[in-house]
Every structure is written in C-alpha cells, then in structure tokens.
C-alpha cells in the first residue's frame, strides 16, 4: 500500500458525459500528478500540482482539467466523454515537486469504461 | 520526442532464476532513471532509482545498472519468484521537457514458472 488514495475504484459512463476522479496523497506530500495508462499509449504523464498550484503540463486535453484543494486532495474532472478516454487513470504523489528528485508514489487507479 | 523503449515485450523464467529486464532510452540529458513494478489490478509499485553520476545500485534482491555510453538500463532480480510475476517499466525524467516529469516505456511482461 503506497499510501495514496483513488476513488472510485470503478466507473462506467456514457459518451458525452462528465467525470470526476479524486485522489488523496501521501501524509506529508504536496505534489499529486496524474496519469493515463491505456493499451495503446502506456503510462503517460497529463499534469502535475505542487502545493495547490499547477507546476507542469504533459499530454492532458482541453477537456480534461484538474485542481489540488488547500488539504491537498486533487481532482481530474473529464468532460465530453469519448470511447478513447477509456483507461486507467492514476494519481502519484511525492514529497516536493521536482520529478527528478523526488519519487512518486502511485495509487491503485481509477478504472475508467466510456461506453 | 524522446521516448524510453523496452528490448524486451515478455520474459518468462524459472523460479530461483536471475531476471535481466533492459530499456534503452533515447535522452542522453536525463539524468533520473527509475523501475516501477506493476502487478495486475494494481498501480505501479517503486522498486529503485539511480541517477546518471552511478552506473550501478543495489537494493534487496534488485540492481539497477545503467549505460550511459549506450544510452541502456537494465533491472536484475536475483532468485527470482512467482511474486515477480508483474509488468515492469522504466522511466526517465523528461529533462527539458515538461518540467522534468516521467516519461514511461511500454514495459515488460515477467512470468515466473514455478
């Protein structure tokens, strides 16, 4: 157990429709990123938050956005949903903000089946 | 852009065996290299890191070596067991690009026979 939290562990929805997925860090991290893990396309980076405040960018959609709340909780909100946003979706947290010395911990992902 | 391949898409080996699972990477300026572990159902565990000023570190029955001349890192897993048996993927730091984030390889399949 890394000791960051997804919810909900599973969902089903429709085309066109809006989700939104929570995380819950580490006690004591202040960043969260998320991710997309899907067949085709591996594990790939869409954003990160460090301390409330968006730190970077990855491969993340205009109809994708997030926030990290002043207790550090962070939520991806997926709106206009197609059949493609059908994956994993996880949430890593660490420490500080900087990837590249920092190790980030991942939760247990969120299923997510766009029917 | 720059991406982290693997050699290897599946490796299957006997229990006790050693375990070699490669990645070349493309970006000679990361400088951060990391192995996840990632069992069915589960999100990817941390197993160890190494930065570019080593080219080896050891930690409970896993070693990272890493090549920078060739641009390659390998993960060994000594005496290896049935709880082995996951999807293992190197990372590297996307350096100069978003903010120094991760950049995933595809991963490995490891099935360990008893």
């Known amino acids: 157990d890394s000791g960051v939290t997804q919810t909900p562990k599973h969902l089903i929805t429709a085309t066109g429709q809006r989700v939104t997925l929570r995380c819950s860090p580490r006690?004591?991290?202040?960043?969260v990123y998320w991710y997309q893990q899907s067949l085709d396309q591996g594990l790939q980076f869409l954003i990160q938050?460090?301390?409330?405040?968006?730190?970077a960018k990855g491969n993340i959609l205009e109809r994708f956005s997030a926030q990290q709340f002043p207790d550090l909780h962070s939520e991806l909100n997926l709106s206009s949903l197609e059949l493609g946003d059908s994956a994993l979706y996880f949430c890593?947290?660490?420490?500080?903000?900087?990837?590249?010395?920092?190790?980030?911990?991942f939760g247990p992902g969120t299923r997510l089946t766009v029917l | 852009g720059e991406s982290v391949g693997l050699h290897l898409p599946t490796l299957s080996v006997q229990e006790g065996d050693n375990s070699i699972i490669n990645c070349a990477y493309s970006?000679?300026?990361?400088?951060?290299f990391i192995w996840y572990k990632q069992e069915s159902g589960k999100g990817p565990q941390f197993i160890i890191d190494?930065?570019?000023?080593?080219d080896k570190r050891q930690g409970q029955r896993v070693t990272v070596l890493l090549n920078k001349t060739v641009k390659h890192l390998s993960l060994q897993i000594a005496a290896t067991q049935p709880g082995d048996s996951a999807v293992y993927f190197c990372?590297?730091?996307?350096?100069?690009?978003?903010?120094?984030?991760?950049?995933f390889g595809k991963g490995t399949k490891l099935s360990v026979k008893p």
């Open positions: 890593a947290s660490s420490v500080e903000g900087t990837p590249s010395t920092d190790t980030q911990y």
């Open positions: 006690s004591g991290d202040l960043s």
């Open positions: 938050y460090y301390n409330g405040e968006e730190r």
């Open positions: 970006n000679s300026a990361s400088d951060y």
């Open positions: 190494i930065r570019s000023n080593m």
């Open positions: 990372a590297e730091n996307d350096y100069g690009g978003s903010q120094g984030n991760l950049i």
